[in-house]
T-cell receptor
Framework: GENVEQHPSTLSVQEGDSAVIKCTYSDSASNYFPWYKQELGKRPQLIID?????GEKKDQRIAVTLNKTAKHFSLHITETQPEDSAVYFC?????????FGAGTTVTVRA | GAGVSQSPSNKVTEKGKDVELRCDPI?????LYWYRQSLGQGLEFLIY????????KSGLPSDRFSAERTGGSVSTLTIQRTQQEDSAVYLC????????????FGPGTRLLVL
């Protein structure tokens, strides 16, 4: 099955700085790469996704990049704010099944 | 519109008891998934439904776990003879059967086995 590795497991940044989370995957057939944000005690919420025919996608302060050759993709959050503090999960999909990374706990220091 | 809903939101049970967890997917979503999330951990896939069929049950941890889906809508996850290690948040997600692939999660059921 798919193996998704996510780094770092924890990330502390100063408010206003950028945060970067990286994921690698093993299955070259994976073609869809979503990122979920989970606040404490809440459900995971999709924040951005990218498909295999696109190298980069931006939505306001968040962006995702994909390198299919190297099988890695990254989430970039710029100008971080306290409300960005959460656990972030990357995932890949092959056919119907999502495989998730272990998560990154992001803490934004005021 | 209404999102994925789950009930109960919290469940405390005694070891050895059976529990049933319910998921109401978004209307029209043919694909439904169950995941388990232990404290501070990632999401562990349990089972996938397409319509009322479960073509992938590979994540169910033991034969104490079972799930069904009726009418292509509501799904129930049943845990028999609960053990303390079953304590976790059980999340349900649904999506349209084809593209897009986006899964929408329910709020989860927090299960505590004493």
């Amino acid at each position: 099955g798919e193996n998704v590795e996510q780094h770092p497991s924890t990330l502390s940044v100063q408010e206003g700085d950028s945060a970067v989370i990286k994921c690698t995957y093993s299955d070259s057939a994976s073609n869809y790469f979503p990122w979920y944000k989970q606040e404490l005690g809440k459900r995971p919420q999709l924040i951005i996704d990218i498909r295999s025919n696109v190298g980069e996608k931006k939505d306001q302060r968040i962006a995702v990049t994909l390198n299919k050759t190297a099988k890695h993709f990254s989430l970039h959050i710029t100008e971080t704010q306290p409300e960005d503090s959460a656990v972030y999960f990357c995932a890949t999909i092959n056919d119907y099944k999502l495989s998730f990374g272990a998560g990154t706990t992001v803490t934004v220091r005021a | 519109g209404a999102g994925v809903s789950q009930s109960p939101s919290n469940k405390v049970t005694e070891k050895g008891k059976d529990v049933e967890l319910r998921c109401d997917p978004i209307s029209g979503h043919t694909a439904l998934y169950w995941y388990r999330q232990s404290l501070g951990q990632g999401l562990e896939f349990l089972i996938y439904f397409q319509g009322n069929s479960a073509p992938d049950k590979s994540g169910l941890p033991s034969d104490r776990f079972s799930a069904e889906r009726t009418g292509g809508s509501v799904s129930t996850l049943t845990i028999q003879r609960t053990q303390q290690e079953d304590s976790a948040v059980y999340l349900c997600a649904s999506r349209v059967g084809g593209a897009p692939e986006t899964q929408y999660f329910g709020p989860g059921t927090r299960l505590l086995v004493l």
